[in-house]
Protein backbone atom coordinates (compact mmCIF):
# COMPACT_ATOMS: atom_id res chain seq x y z
CA UNK A 1 0.00 0.00 0.00
CA UNK A 2 2.53 2.75 0.76
CA UNK A 3 5.11 2.25 -1.68
CA UNK A 4 2.37 2.21 -4.54
CA UNK A 5 1.26 5.53 -2.99
CA UNK A 6 4.83 7.41 -3.81
CA UNK A 7 4.95 5.62 -7.47
CA UNK A 8 1.90 7.19 -8.44
CA UNK A 9 2.45 10.59 -6.49
CA UNK A 10 5.90 10.39 -8.56
CA UNK A 11 3.92 9.78 -11.74
CA UNK A 12 2.50 13.26 -11.57
CA UNK A 13 5.58 14.42 -12.89
CA UNK A 14 5.81 14.42 -17.04
CA UNK A 15 9.39 15.46 -16.86
CA UNK A 16 12.62 16.52 -15.59
CA UNK A 17 14.53 19.51 -16.19
CA UNK A 18 17.55 18.42 -13.96
CA UNK A 19 16.49 20.23 -11.04
CA UNK A 20 13.70 19.26 -8.69
CA UNK A 21 12.39 22.79 -8.95
CA UNK A 22 11.29 22.35 -12.32
CA UNK A 23 9.38 18.94 -11.00
CA UNK A 24 7.34 21.11 -8.18
CA UNK A 25 5.92 23.21 -11.20
CA UNK A 26 4.47 20.30 -13.31
CA UNK A 27 3.71 18.37 -9.90
CA UNK A 28 1.79 21.18 -8.85
CA UNK A 29 -0.22 22.02 -12.11
CA UNK A 30 -1.18 18.54 -12.05
CA UNK A 31 -4.84 18.62 -10.63
CA UNK A 32 -6.31 14.93 -11.57
CA UNK A 33 -4.39 11.76 -13.26
CA UNK A 34 -5.53 8.27 -14.64
CA UNK A 35 -2.61 5.80 -14.92
CA UNK A 36 -3.44 2.37 -16.66
CA UNK A 37 -0.44 0.20 -15.51
CA UNK A 38 1.27 -3.11 -15.35
CA UNK A 39 3.27 -3.59 -11.34
CA UNK A 40 5.69 -6.08 -11.12
CA UNK A 41 7.35 -6.59 -7.29
CA UNK A 42 10.67 -8.92 -6.67
CA UNK A 43 10.64 -9.82 -3.22
CA UNK A 44 14.45 -10.65 -2.01
CA UNK A 45 13.73 -13.82 0.00
CA UNK A 46 11.61 -15.31 -3.19
CA UNK A 47 12.59 -16.10 -6.74
CA UNK A 48 8.96 -15.42 -8.46
CA UNK A 49 7.80 -11.75 -8.66
CA UNK A 50 4.18 -10.96 -8.68
CA UNK A 51 2.45 -9.50 -11.29
CA UNK A 52 -0.54 -7.48 -11.34
CA UNK A 53 -2.08 -5.35 -13.78
CA UNK A 54 -4.75 -1.71 -13.07
CA UNK A 55 -5.70 1.58 -13.16
CA UNK A 56 -4.94 4.53 -10.95
CA UNK A 57 -7.05 7.65 -10.42
CA UNK A 58 -5.94 10.56 -8.43
CA UNK A 59 -6.86 14.14 -7.55
CA UNK A 60 -5.47 16.59 -5.68
CA UNK A 61 -6.15 16.88 -2.51
CA UNK A 62 -5.74 12.99 -1.30
CA UNK A 63 -8.38 11.39 -3.41
CA UNK A 64 -7.69 8.45 -5.39
CA UNK A 65 -8.95 4.93 -6.45
CA UNK A 66 -6.74 2.32 -7.42
CA UNK A 67 -8.37 -0.43 -9.62
CA UNK A 68 -6.27 -4.10 -9.54
CA UNK A 69 -8.36 -6.25 -11.87
CA UNK A 70 -5.62 -8.99 -12.55
CA UNK A 71 -4.84 -11.56 -11.25
CA UNK A 72 -7.52 -10.49 -7.97
CA UNK A 73 -10.01 -7.59 -8.43
CA UNK A 74 -8.86 -5.62 -5.63
CA UNK A 75 -10.05 -1.91 -5.55
CA UNK A 76 -8.63 0.85 -3.13
CA UNK A 77 -9.87 3.87 -2.55
CA UNK A 78 -9.69 7.25 -0.35
CA UNK A 79 -11.63 9.91 0.05
CA UNK A 80 -8.87 12.13 1.59
CA UNK A 81 -9.60 10.91 5.18
CA UNK A 82 -9.93 6.91 5.22
CA UNK A 83 -8.35 4.23 2.52
CA UNK A 84 -10.58 2.29 1.98
CA UNK A 85 -9.22 -1.75 0.68
CA UNK A 86 -11.78 -3.63 -0.83
CA UNK A 87 -11.14 -7.39 -1.39
CA UNK A 88 -14.05 -8.59 -3.89
CA UNK A 89 -12.72 -12.33 -3.16
CA UNK A 90 -12.98 -12.12 0.58
CA UNK A 91 -15.84 -10.04 0.05
CA UNK A 92 -14.28 -8.15 3.22
CA UNK A 93 -13.30 -4.72 3.60
CA UNK A 94 -10.53 -3.09 5.46
CA UNK A 95 -10.40 1.12 6.45
CA UNK A 96 -7.70 2.89 8.09
CA UNK A 97 -6.98 6.58 8.23
CA UNK A 98 -4.70 8.17 5.78
CA UNK A 99 -2.36 9.06 8.77
CA UNK A 100 -1.46 5.27 9.39
CA UNK A 101 -0.68 5.05 6.04
CA UNK A 102 1.75 7.50 5.45
CA UNK A 103 5.22 7.28 5.75
CA UNK A 104 7.69 10.28 6.00
CA UNK A 105 8.36 10.77 2.49
CA UNK A 106 5.00 9.16 1.31
CA UNK A 107 2.73 12.01 3.47
CA UNK A 108 5.51 14.86 2.86
CA UNK A 109 3.93 14.12 -0.91
CA UNK A 110 0.64 12.76 -0.74
CA UNK A 111 -0.66 15.47 1.94
CA UNK A 112 1.40 18.29 -0.49
CA UNK A 113 2.75 19.47 2.96
CA UNK A 114 6.47 20.25 1.67
CA UNK A 115 8.28 21.03 -1.53
CA UNK A 116 9.45 18.32 -3.49
CA UNK A 117 13.08 19.24 -2.91
CA UNK A 118 12.89 18.92 0.51
CA UNK A 119 11.78 15.46 0.17
CA UNK A 120 14.19 13.91 -2.29
CA UNK A 121 17.15 14.28 -3.31
CA UNK A 122 18.24 14.22 -7.63
CA UNK A 123 21.26 11.46 -7.00
CA UNK A 124 22.17 10.64 -10.38
CA UNK A 125 21.66 11.08 -14.10
CA UNK A 126 22.20 7.80 -16.53
CA UNK A 127 21.32 6.48 -19.90
CA UNK A 128 20.14 2.89 -20.37
CA UNK A 129 19.30 2.14 -24.01
CA UNK A 130 16.47 4.80 -25.23
CA UNK A 131 15.73 5.99 -21.90
CA UNK A 132 17.09 8.54 -19.59
CA UNK A 133 17.61 7.18 -15.85
CA UNK A 134 16.76 9.57 -12.82
CA UNK A 135 17.95 8.42 -9.81
CA UNK A 136 16.19 10.08 -6.46
CA UNK A 137 16.81 9.17 -2.98
CA UNK A 138 14.48 10.39 0.23
CA UNK A 139 16.66 13.05 1.96
CA UNK A 140 14.86 11.43 5.18
CA UNK A 141 15.25 7.64 6.04
CA UNK A 142 11.84 6.04 5.56
CA UNK A 143 11.69 1.83 5.42
CA UNK A 144 9.43 2.36 2.75
CA UNK A 145 11.48 4.15 0.05
CA UNK A 146 15.14 3.57 -0.15
CA UNK A 147 15.88 4.42 -3.96
CA UNK A 148 13.52 5.81 -6.86
CA UNK A 149 14.80 5.20 -10.60
CA UNK A 150 12.52 6.97 -13.18
CA UNK A 151 12.98 6.40 -16.71
CA UNK A 152 11.64 8.79 -19.59
CA UNK A 153 11.64 8.44 -22.99
CA UNK A 154 12.95 11.12 -26.02
CA UNK A 155 9.81 13.06 -25.25
CA UNK A 156 10.51 13.03 -21.77
CA UNK A 157 7.17 10.88 -20.33
CA UNK A 158 7.41 8.74 -17.94
CA UNK A 159 7.48 4.96 -18.94
CA UNK A 160 8.22 3.05 -15.92
CA UNK A 161 9.02 3.67 -12.33
CA UNK A 162 11.27 1.21 -10.20
CA UNK A 163 11.64 1.92 -6.43
CA UNK A 164 13.28 -0.48 -3.69
CA UNK A 165 12.71 -0.62 0.27
CA UNK A 166 15.33 -1.04 3.07
CA UNK A 167 14.51 -5.00 2.21
CA UNK A 168 15.45 -4.85 -1.14
CA UNK A 169 12.11 -5.14 -2.31
CA UNK A 170 11.83 -4.22 -6.04
CA UNK A 171 8.23 -2.53 -7.17
CA UNK A 172 8.78 -2.02 -11.08
CA UNK A 173 5.50 0.24 -12.72
CA UNK A 174 5.60 0.27 -16.43
CA UNK A 175 3.11 3.07 -17.54
CA UNK A 176 0.52 1.75 -20.54
CA UNK A 177 -1.49 4.83 -20.94
CA UNK A 178 -1.24 8.06 -18.96
CA UNK A 179 -4.13 10.85 -18.55
CA UNK A 180 -3.35 13.99 -16.88
CA UNK A 181 -5.89 16.76 -16.01
CA UNK A 182 -8.91 14.66 -16.95
CA UNK A 183 -12.28 15.26 -15.55
CA UNK A 184 -13.69 12.50 -13.45
CA UNK A 185 -17.57 11.45 -12.90
CA UNK A 186 -18.57 12.25 -9.44
CA UNK A 187 -18.27 8.64 -8.32
CA UNK A 188 -15.18 7.59 -9.20
CA UNK A 189 -13.92 8.59 -5.77
CA UNK A 190 -17.36 7.57 -3.71
CA UNK A 191 -16.96 4.67 -1.52
CA UNK A 192 -19.65 2.37 -2.22
CA UNK A 193 -19.28 -1.34 -0.36
CA UNK A 194 -21.73 -4.28 -1.09
CA UNK A 195 -24.38 -5.31 1.37
CA UNK A 196 -22.91 -9.04 1.93
CA UNK A 197 -19.12 -7.82 2.37
CA UNK A 198 -17.70 -7.64 5.74
CA UNK A 199 -16.28 -4.21 6.96
CA UNK A 200 -12.64 -4.20 9.04
CA UNK A 201 -11.95 -1.03 11.00
CA UNK A 202 -8.57 -0.05 12.55
CA UNK A 203 -9.76 3.43 13.50
Not at 185 to 196: H, S
Request: hydrophobic share 35%; proline share 4%.
Amino acid sequence: MRKIFIIFLLSLITAFGGDLKNLEKIFNETKTLKVSFVQKVKYDWYPKEDKSKGVFCAKRGGKFRLEYYSPDRITIISDGKKVYVINHEEKAVYVEPVSENTSPVIGSLFLLSKPLSEVFALESVMKKGDYEVYVLKPLKEDENIREVWVYLNGEGEIKKIISYDKQNTRTEIDFIEVKRNFTPTEELFKVQIPADFQVRSDG
